[in-house]
């Protein structure tokens, strides 16, 4: 089991102030689920994650990790990508884009920041208002392209 750092401690918290809010429970299912995703520090599907719930809470089904992820995304703390193969899941408490490698499928988070500068010089120039919170780009990783 890896250790809680304060950093994780407070996106727990502060995710599960923002469910309460939204009228939503805190139950074990969300917290340890959003603790899972802090863990990994990836997009993982709800297999996986189930995969990574089930030796501790043995009474967890994939179901209600399908229900769990539901719920977290209709109060947008996670959201979902679709490569095509499959959905992954990641918190949505941070604002980030997407590169995802179109040979292997790997993929990375972009700091919303990294990108503002060039979002707001393709605004001007096309006099677009962008509205999507995140947007995934393809290409390939540093290891197939080795």
């Not at 429970?25 to 995703?37: D, F, G, Y």
């Not at 120039?125 to 390939?140: H, I």
């Amino acid at each position: 089991m890896r250790v809680v750092t304060e950093v994780d401690q407070r996106r727990l918290d502060a995710i599960r102030d923002q469910l309460r809010c939204d009228g939503r429970r805190w139950t074990v299912a969300k917290s340890e689920l959003v603790q899972a995703m802090l863990a990994a520090e990836a997009h993982l599907s709800a297999r996986g994650l189930h995969e990574q719930l089930v030796s501790r809470y043995p009474q967890m089904d994939l179901s209600t990790v399908y229900r769990t992820l539901r719920a977290l995304a209709e109060s947008g703390v996670v959201h979902s990508l679709n490569d095509g193969s499959q959905t992954r899941y990641g918190l949505a408490d941070r604002a980030h884009h997407h590169v995802l490698c179109a040979d292997c499928g790997s993929l990375a988070e972009i700091p919303a920041a990294a990108l503002d500068r060039l979002l707001a010089t393709a605004e001007s120039q096309t006099g677009y208002r962008f509205a999507g919170q995140s947007m995934t780009l393809a290409g390939c990783c540093g290891a197939c392209r080795s």
